[in-house]
């Protein structure tokens, strides 16, 4: 398997000197390559510049400029293939008629990232192994840095990537050829919905509570988003305000991240096959068609707009993609099975005469049958819905 660690970094002073450098310098080789292209596209002869031809001029522009041959020369490819990767996003939008969104030039403060492709080149992993306490990553330009290693590496470290995160520094790992830890078989299956009340409901009746971090976040994000909005563009104090409102919105991001971890392994641990729904998250959470010409006295008619901004901030909160992301990759280590079914009308289905209709489901947390009387918890029934599609498919695939 493939698998990524994340780590956070110990530089010294001087060291996150060097790394803010090394940032501001990728920053402007990025941006170079950016207006290259743009003017060679707007000249006459729509010349398209592409990576080999950039690539190809490595060697001279860090024999003229200092600044740039201190980095790595792989890690300064990485960052002309990080451009062409926006373009090829960029050119396949347009060919499927979604928003284009062109490579924008980087300011201070979004680029954030280096990427090494090779260990070992420009960038060495473990860099001091004898060393009895500490582990250490070397980086070109910055020398042996510090870094907190919380957890065993397992396989080939393929990639590395520095990442600045407001004032912390984190190293990212790539790694190849990670070997699976399966779990003992339980002869468990289980059926899951997603939701807002509850981040998770199983088929066996559990619910997994859904903290709703941002909610509960919002009056601190809301004073330091109230604060920045008064502060001078350009100034220092507007900085400062700028890395309140991210601290607050990162803490708020790995809350999330933890909860979905901790859902996902009590999960993985119990069942050798889990059944979930095929979800369109991003099309769930689009806004709401604008609201309609009005009627003939001039009145709008409600299109419950409102209602749908706030139940895609819900979802938004709840992190459904975190949680199938964790779900899949901690199943596959375990060596469990996830299959996924088609939602439509998991919600509205009754399991006992396979009645569907809307009105099977008066509020939402009820759910009863207007034909045979079944009653349950509205999440409980969809998800015992969602296990028998799974295990009808199952039984399809195993047959054919």
Same mark, same amino acid.
């Given at each position: 398997?493939r698998?990524t /660690?994340r780590?956070?970094?110990?530089?010294?002073a001087?060291?996150?000197?060097?790394?803010?450098?090394?940032? +501001?310098?990728?920053?402007?080789? /990025?941006?170079?390559a !950016?207006q290259?292209r743009? +003017?060679? /596209?707007?000249?006459p002869s729509?010349?398209?510049?592409?990576?080999g031809d950039q690539?190809?001029?490595?060697?001279?522009?860090?024999?003229c +400029?200092?600044d740039q041959?201190?980095?790595?020369?792989? &890690? $300064?490819?990485?960052?002309?293939?990080r451009?062409?990767?926006a373009?090829?996003?960029?050119f396949r939008?347009v060919?499927?008629?979604?928003?284009?969104?062109y490579?924008r030039f980087?300011?201070a403060g979004?680029? %954030?990232?280096?990427?090494?492709? #090779?260990?070992n080149d420009g960038?060495?992993? %473990?860099?001091?192994p004898? @060393?009895?306490t500490? *582990?250490? #990553?070397?980086?070109?330009?910055a020398? @042996? #840095?510090?870094?907190?290693?919380?957890?065993?590496?397992?396989?080939?470290?393929k *990639?590395?990537?520095?990442?600045r995160?407001g004032?912390?520094w984190?190293?990212?790992?790539?790694? %190849?050829d990670?070997p699976?830890k399966?779990?003992?078989?339980t002869?468990?299956v289980?059926?899951?919905?997603?939701?807002?009340?509850s981040?998770?409901?199983?088929?066996n009746g559990?619910? /997994?509570?859904n903290?709703?971090f941002?909610?509960r =976040?919002?009056d601190?994000l809301?004073?330091?988003q109230? +604060?920045?909005?008064r502060?001078?563009r350009? =100034?220092?104090?507007r900085r400062?305000?700028?890395?309140r #409102?991210a601290?607050v919105?990162r803490?708020v991001?790995?809350?999330?991240?933890?909860l979905?971890?901790?859902?996902a392994?009590?999960?993985?641990?119990?069942h050798d !096959?889990?059944v979930?729904?095929?979800?369109?998250i991003?099309g769930m959470?689009?806004?709401?068609?604008p609201k309609p %010409?009005?009627? =003939?006295?001039g009145?709008f008619?409600?299109n419950g707009?409102?209602a749908?901004s706030g139940?895609?901030? &819900?979802?938004?909160d709840a992190?459904w993609?975190?949680?199938l992301?964790?779900l899949r990759?901690?199943a596959?280590?375990a060596g469990r099975l996830?299959?996924?079914?088609n939602?439509?009308?998991t919600?509205?289905r009754c399991?006992?005469?396979?009645?569907?209709?809307?009105?099977?489901?008066?509020? $939402?947390?009820r759910?009863?049958?207007?034909?045979?009387?079944?009653?349950a @918890?509205?999440d409980?029934?969809?998800?015992v819905?969602?296990l028998?599609?799974g295990?009808?498919? $199952?039984?399809a695939a195993t =047959?054919s």
């Amino acid at each position: 398997m493939r698998r990524t /660690y994340r780590f956070l970094l110990r530089p010294t002073a001087r060291q996150v000197v060097a790394l803010t450098a090394m940032l +501001d310098d990728h920053r402007t080789l /990025y941006n170079a390559a !950016l207006q290259e292209r743009r +003017d060679a /596209y707007a000249h006459p002869s729509k010349t398209r510049i592409r990576y080999g031809d950039q690539s190809a001029q490595l060697k001279e522009i860090r024999a003229c +400029d200092p600044d740039q041959a201190r980095w790595s020369f792989s &890690s $300064q490819q990485a960052t002309l293939r990080r451009l062409t990767l926006a373009f090829e996003a960029f050119f396949r939008r347009v060919k499927g008629g979604e928003t284009p969104g062109y490579p924008r030039f980087k300011g201070a403060g979004w680029f %954030d990232t280096v990427t090494w492709p #090779v260990d070992n080149d420009g960038c060495r992993w %473990d860099s001091q192994p004898e @060393h009895p306490t500490r *582990t250490f #990553v070397r980086l070109q330009g910055a020398g @042996h #840095v510090k870094v907190h290693q919380h957890r065993p590496v397992r396989g080939r470290v393929k *990639t590395l990537s520095v990442k600045r995160e407001g004032a912390r520094w984190h190293l990212i790992l790539s790694c %190849d050829d990670v070997p699976a830890k399966p779990l003992p078989l339980t002869g468990a299956v289980v059926g899951i919905d997603l939701g807002v009340a509850s981040l998770v409901t199983d088929s066996n009746g559990e619910h /997994y509570g859904n903290p709703r971090f941002l909610r509960r =976040s919002a009056d601190r994000l809301a004073d330091a988003q109230r +604060d920045l909005s008064r502060r001078r563009r350009g =100034s220092q104090r507007r900085r400062g305000a700028v890395q309140r #409102v991210a601290a607050v919105s990162r803490h708020v991001a790995r809350q999330r991240v933890d909860l979905a971890n901790k859902t996902a392994n009590a999960i993985v641990a119990g069942h050798d !096959l889990i059944v979930v729904e095929k979800l369109n998250i991003k099309g769930m959470v689009k806004r709401a068609r604008p609201k309609p %010409d009005p009627d =003939s006295a001039g009145r709008f008619l409600p299109n419950g707009q409102a209602a749908k901004s706030g139940l895609n901030t &819900s979802m938004h909160d709840a992190g459904w993609g975190v949680f199938l992301h964790a779900l899949r990759a901690k199943a596959e280590s375990a060596g469990r099975l996830v299959v996924e079914v088609n939602p439509r009308h998991t919600s509205q289905r009754c399991p006992g005469c396979g009645h569907v209709a809307a009105e099977n489901r008066p509020t $939402q947390a009820r759910f009863l049958c207007v034909r045979c009387g079944h009653a349950a @918890h509205a999440d409980v029934n969809a998800a015992v819905n969602i296990l028998r599609a799974g295990l009808a498919l $199952q039984t399809a695939a195993t =047959s054919s």
